[in-house]
């Protein structure tokens, strides 16, 4: 695919994805969504990548919310299409994947902005980043995940505030709330997202998916946490990796997983 509304940018075996939509504030739309889709559906295929970060172009915003005008005049059937689609494609996938992403908040993060960030697995904020969810105030609600993320990140009672209220909170709030978890000066914000995706490539890639979907299986419905860890943690003993990582402990050495 050759995109239009994202640009890659490989480090070794970290990828950064940046939202390129910046006359509009790196606004999603259907094609950055798609795209999205595409780029991050391969990267989790691809064996070279160990872990994505998801970034939005130029130093205003991450992503400052969906693009209004494209959804102006949706009807209630062709909106619940829109989120479903989107939620399924995109927020689930990222939120599902079997490597680590990370959100590297650049400046606004809002509306679907900030359930974009909600949907990956850990968020550094640059110190003038802020962040919202203001659909209230357009007679909307969040509509990719935003109220059941949010509610499950920071609580109940702050939810609702920052929903109800669609009032924008500083980085620094945000981390107080544990919505995110660094906040950095803007010119270290990709090197400290770059620095734990470091680490992590470091560990096991097979335990590093499975801790993923054990923490995921948390307060889902449906879902036995405790037993899903437990598969989880049984299945490792089978895997070249656990054998890998217990020699290389008593040899007293660095592992080599593959």
Do not use: W
């Not at 991050?40 to 991450?62: M, P, Y």
């Not at 109940?156 to 995110?180: F, H, N, P, Q, S």
């Amino acid at each position: 695919m050759v995109y239009e509304n994202i640009l890659e940018e490989r480090d070794q075996s970290i990828l950064i994805i940046s939202i390129n939509r910046e006359n509009k504030l790196n606004a999603l739309n259907k094609k950055t969504l798609s795209e999205l889709h595409f780029a991050i559906s391969k990267a989790l295929e691809e064996e070279q990548v160990a872990g994505i970060i998801l970034t939005g172009s130029g130093n205003r915003a991450f992503v400052a919310g969906a693009d209004i005008s494209e959804f102006a005049d949706f009807n209630v059937f062709e909106a619940k299409e829109l989120a479903q689609e989107g939620q399924s494609e995109v927020f689930d996938l990222i939120e599902n994947a079997n490597k680590p992403i990370i959100a590297a908040i650049n400046g606004f993060a809002l509306g679907g902005g900030l359930e974009l960030a909600l949907a990956c697995h850990m968020r550094v904020a640059s110190d003038n980043a802020k962040m919202g969810l203001p659909e209230v105030s357009l007679g909307l609600i969040p509509g990719y995940g935003g109220t059941q993320r949010l509610t499950q990140l920071i609580g109940k009672g702050r939810a609702l505030e920052i929903i109800l209220t669609a009032d924008m909170i500083d980085a620094k709030k945000a981390y107080l709330y544990g919505l995110v978890n660094h906040v950095v000066v803007p010119e270290e914000l990709l090197i400290k997202a770059k620095s734990i995706l470091s680490t992590i490539s470091r560990r096991s890639p097979r335990a590093v998916a499975a801790a993923i979907r054990a923490v995921n299986a948390f307060d889902k419905k449906g879902e036995d946490g405790f037993k899903i860890e437990i598969k989880e943690f049984s299945e490792c003993f089978g895997s070249a990796d656990f054998k890998e990582g217990v020699s290389a402990f008593l040899e007293k050495r660095e592992p080599n997983f593959r």
